[in-house]
């Protein structure tokens, strides 16, 4: 399939000749990003913007200048290459699907008109002025002029599910010039030419003229079909193609793909660069050490240590020794009828019922009455009228609409005053009611994504009347509502006004509503202009303060808006007064609007309030709204995939968004930024060792590590243990997650990785760093070995330093985890276990013989390992860098728990509970048996039992209880019951005393 959605020089009209050829474009869709040519150099262009990515780019440039490097290449090369590798296969997967799902849509059989002969041809294949014959149930292959059908006077019916989301069929009718034209040999000898506006995307108007036998005919949308219809209850109908492929209305909605970024990837760009800068003052600061070290110190040693070739003062020492440690830091960055003419009217009851006669006001009150309980009940509803029509009158009224219809200039204007004209003193013949129920679980997805804080539009392509009706159905408007305020203005002040309705209502003072207006419109428009990521929940507080203000005051209001008005409200002077508007509202209903215009609304949304935006839907009408958000949701159903395509995520019923969003989404957020803090935390307190070693080492860029250890840290010891907690983790039940939505709500404010988040865990890394070297430098300073011989040596150093670090990187993994399963066990102590194999077979003789340049720590392992001193030093740094952590985190838990540890707690409590009930309903019935009146030899309970003592405990009393054994406390009361009764003075002072332990 040829590339086709390259940008084209716009056109002012369309022209199409039937039997004729069009060259601009194919039919062919291509909705992949990649193929066999490009994958590799867009991927790659994708994955360098990732600052990250690029960074680590660089440092491979350096790596390969031997002058500059004191590590080997393959120590960045290795990371950088499975990184690019795994996600470049990731992309590919993706784009292989959207290849397939291409391949389908683009090889769909088609009967064309060619040299008089019916023939199939692929969809891909077919080009604007082909004629195309289409059977029942069929998808329209392109947008088609309608020439002729099987019914009567050239109709059709057709459903535009794909299109506008309703699943009711419309009628659409052939011109009567064209609609005789049913037999192949006719048709083949038409060379009818149309001239119409230029592709566009607006799926309810189409202006053009037929030129056929020297006459002239207007075309309108009825006599249009679109590609993404499908052909219902008709059994053939002919069509002329027009627009094709990428110039289809609906091709023209879906909008182009976009690279969507989370704000954690956009926050995590800003921290690279702050590390970047981070890691340049390191590496300044121990350029300028080296620089007076060899000034001072190594002019006195350049028999033993002479500078490198080409290196001729201290100061060029220092410069290569920057970029040295710049490498070696690197880990930090992560119808016509016979009779009489009469015209049948259907509409809205607020239409209709104001154009009907007045004789009929009796049975129109009555048909009020049905009608507003048929909405009670969430039905739809139409009101049905007719006119009788003088057949002068008729003619004349029919002469005048088609010379409307020919009209190049105001076309839309005349037809509807000539409809209005003739659509009054209508009767009444009554009303329908037709039930569309709502999937299962909408109301009560809806009510419980409310209680997590997130805001909920529906964005609609059904009509005023029919939308609100699903707002109430599902719950979104109430009858407990203050107000529901509906805008239909068709112009721009009646907008305006009728938008400001609802802010007057706000119970403020006028000047203080108008300073909030204000000052609310100038953090938008100052929002707008500057991207901020990684907010504080201090920082989120404030910023949206004013807004915040407007959306609490306003009450119970909902807010309803049809296209046309929306249209003019989403114009540059108007935007930010219709979201202020919509904000202060409980509810916002858009309704009548076209795919454009939802797209238009998450827009503005994402630019003015800072919001992430999730958009859901189940028709090609919603591709341009999918593509849009930060989110795109596709449900499969009666209405195409194409909203599933065009998805980031796709379910089959609404109430599965509750799961994505409660628990999938929460926990994913959960385990990127527990993955996030980790990641951090392990590569400071890895690389900031170098940083420390440097003022002990002359500066001179040596690594503290063994190369290999630097290579396998991130690729083996580290990454699988934090790929489980990313996979698995989670802090409470899927079952928690959904009866607690406020649970939700930390994610919304950023609060678990943020810049203040980031902050903590460099320190904490710094900290570790610190102990990490110093315990051991210290140690090492008076150690020896068994034999008596001198322990410190840079090789036992390294090991020592090393293993530390893997074991407090492990333990502090553990702590992370709040949710063991065997894989985190595997993966935690496995590579503990991997670390100390690869770490003796690095360090055997075996490699040393065989890579002697390489292996240089032959031996190191087995004699460093083999001293008590040494494993006496890792677990002393070991215990004291973990201690700190494990106190916080008490102390926190203690003090300032969150909700999360407060549900954890609840559920804990409950089972608890559960278990003690179950133990004492055994031990009851275990008792019962043994000491019953009629056959035990014993006292038994009877003094107690009438005594009127209560032995129920309270639930405060059970859970005190929860660690004891359930049989414990009965034999207890037992004995002090025949132990103390008679000095109790009652007999049941002993077990009052027992139950009071």
């Known amino acids: 399939c040829p590339a086709n959605t390259s940008a084209r020089v716009p056109r002012p009209e369309r022209r199409a000749r039937a039997q004729g050829t069009w060259e601009p474009c194919s039919n062919c869709i291509k909705t992949s990003k990649y193929n066999v040519v490009t994958f590799l150099p867009v991927n790659l262009f994708e994955q360098f913007q990732e600052v990250a990515n690029t960074y680590f780019l660089f440092l491979l440039i350096l ?149 056929w036998r020297e006459s002239k005919y207007p075309l309108s949308n009825q006599n249009m079909l679109l590609r993404g219809c499908v052909l219902r209850n008709t059994e053939w109908c002919f069509g002329l193609v027009i627009f094709a492929g990428p110039d289809t209305k609906l091709m023209q909605n879906s909008g182009r793909t976009k690279f969507k970024r989370t704000s954690i990837d956009r926050l995590m760009n800003t921290l690279v660069l702050w590390i970047f800068g981070f890691l340049v003052c390191m590496g300044v600061i121990l350029a300028i050490g080296n620089a007076i070290w060899e000034h001072e110190v190594g002019v006195c040693f350049q028999i033993y240590l002479p500078w490198d070739e080409g290196v001729h003062s201290a100061f060029f020492s220092g410069f290569l020794s920057f970029w040295s440690y710049i490498i070696i830091l690197n880990t930090v960055v992560p119808i016509s009828l016979y009779g009489k003419i009469r015209l049948y009217c259907k509409g809205a009851d607020t239409i209709l019922l104001e154009r009907l006669r007045p004789a009929n006001q009796d049975l129109t009150n009555v048909t009020a009455d049905h009608l ?170 404030s910023s949206s303060k004013l807004t915040s203000v407007l959306e609490a005051i306003a009450g119970e209001y909902a807010l309803v808006i049809n296209g046309h008005s929306l249209a003019h409200a989403l114009e540059a002077d108007m935007e930010v007064e219709f979201l202020e508007t919509a904000c202060a509202c409980k509810a916002v209903i858009c309704c009548r609007v076209t795919p454009l215009q939802k797209a238009q609304v998450v827009e503005l949304v994402k630019k003015y309030k800072k919001a992430v935006t999730l958009a859901i839907g189940d028709g090609a009408n919603d591709v341009s709204m999918i ?93 699988l243990p934090v790929l489980a907690m990313g996979v698995f983790d989670q802090d409470v039940p899927e079952q928690r997650s959904m009866e607690y939505p406020k649970l939700y709500e930390p994610g919304q404010l950023n609060l678990l990785f943020n810049k203040r988040e980031f902050f903590i865990c460099i320190a904490q890394g710094i900290y570790t760093s610190v102990l990490m070297f110093f315990i051991p430098y210290g140690v090492f300073a008076d150690a020896t070995r068994d034999d008596g011989a001198q322990l410190a040596d840079y090789q036992s150093f390294a090991v020592t330093v090393a293993t530390s670090l893997v074991i407090v990187v492990s333990v502090q993994i553990g ?117 019953g009146y009629a056959f035990s030899h014993q006292e038994g309970f009877g003094e107690l039992i009438m005594s009127g003592k209560n032995m129920r405990l309270s639930s405060l009393a059970l859970s005190g209880f929860a660690a004891r054994p359930s049989a414990g406390w009965i034999e207890t009361l037992r004995k002090k019951k025949g132990g103390e009764g008679s000095a109790a003075g009652s007999p049941s002072g002993g077990a009052d005393r027992t139950l009071k332990v």
């Open 63 to 211: 790596q390969l200048i031997p002058q500059i490097s004191s590590l080997s290449w393959f120590t960045t090369i290795v990371p950088l290459v499975l990184v690019l590798t795994i996600t470049a296969v990731k992309d590919a997967t993706d784009d292989y699907f959207r290849h397939k799902s291409d391949n389908q849509v683009n090889n769909r059989q088609s009967q064309v008109l060619l040299g008089g002969v019916l023939r199939q041809e692929q969809w891909m294949n077919v080009r604007v002025g082909d004629i195309i014959k289409l059977e029942n149930n069929q998808f329209v292959a392109a947008d088609l002029l309608l020439l002729c059908s099987s019914e009567p006077h050239g109709l059709c019916y057709v459903e535009t599910a794909e299109l506008d989301g309703e699943t009711n069929t419309k009628v659409r009718q052939a011109i009567p010039v064209t609609s005789e034209l049913g037999d192949t040999s006719e048709l083949a000898r038409f060379d009818g030419e149309v001239i119409c506006e230029p592709p566009n995307n607006k799926l309810d108007k189409f202006g053009g003229t037929l030129y």
């Open 627 to 719: 593509k849009t958000a930060h989110i795109g949701v596709g449900i499969s159903g009666q209405e195409g995939i194409q909203a599933v395509l065009a998805s980031d995520y796709s379910f089959s019923q609404f109430k599965f968004l509750q799961r994505l969003l409660l628990v999938h989404g929460r926990w994913s957020y959960l385990r990127m930024c527990k993955f996030l803090c980790y990641f951090f935390y392990k590569n400071f307190a890895f690389t900031m060792v170098h940083f420390w070693f440097g003022f002990f080492c002359g500066f001179s860029a040596q690594t503290v590590y063994d190369q290999y250890f630097i290579t396998l840290y991130n690729i083996v010891y580290t990454s």
């Open 372 to 541: 507003n309980e048929y909405a009670g009940e969430g039905l739809r509803t139409l009101v049905l009228a007719c006119k009788d029509l003088e057949e002068s009158y008729y003619e004349d009224w029919a002469e005048r609409l088609r010379r409307a219809s020919g009209a190049a200039e105001a076309r839309d204007d005349r037809l509807a005053r000539l409809y209005d004209e003739v659509e009054h003193d209508m009767t009444l013949l009554g009303a329908t009611a037709i039930e569309d129920k709502l999937q299962q679980g909408v109301p009560e997805t809806i009510a419980i994504l409310t209680l997590a804080n997130i805001k909920i539009w529906v964005l609609t392509g059904d009509k005023q009347e029919t939308a609100v009706n699903i707002g109430y159905s599902c719950k979104m408007l109430t009858d407990d509502m203050t107000e529901v305020f509906v805008v239909t203005g068709h112009t721009v002040l009646e907008v305006r006004e009728e938008l400001r309705t609802p802010l007057g209502r706000c119970p403020l003072t006028p000047l203080l509503l108008l300073l909030l207006l204000r000052k609310a419109r100038e953090k938008m428009m100052d929002a707008s202009r500057s991207m901020g990521n990684g907010f504080s929940y201090q920082e989120k507080l």
């Open 815 to 931: 702590l992370d985890t709040g949710f063991w399963t065997a894989i985190n066990h595997f993966f935690i102590w496995g590579s503990l276990a991997a670390y100390f194999a690869i770490l003796f077979a690095m360090h055997s003789d075996g490699l040393f013989q065989m890579f002697p340049n390489q292996f240089r720590f032959v031996g190191n392992a087995q004699n460093t390992l083999a001293q008590p001193a040494v494993w006496l030093t890792i677990a002393l740094t070991t215990v004291v860098c973990i201690m700190p952590v494990v106190a916080f985190r008490f102390l926190k838990l203690d003090l300032k728990p969150e909700l999360s540890d407060t549900v954890r707690y609840t559920q804990l409590v409950r089972k608890k509970q559960k278990a003690q009930h179950r133990c004492m309903r055994r031990v009851g019935r275990a008792g019962s048996r043994r000491s």
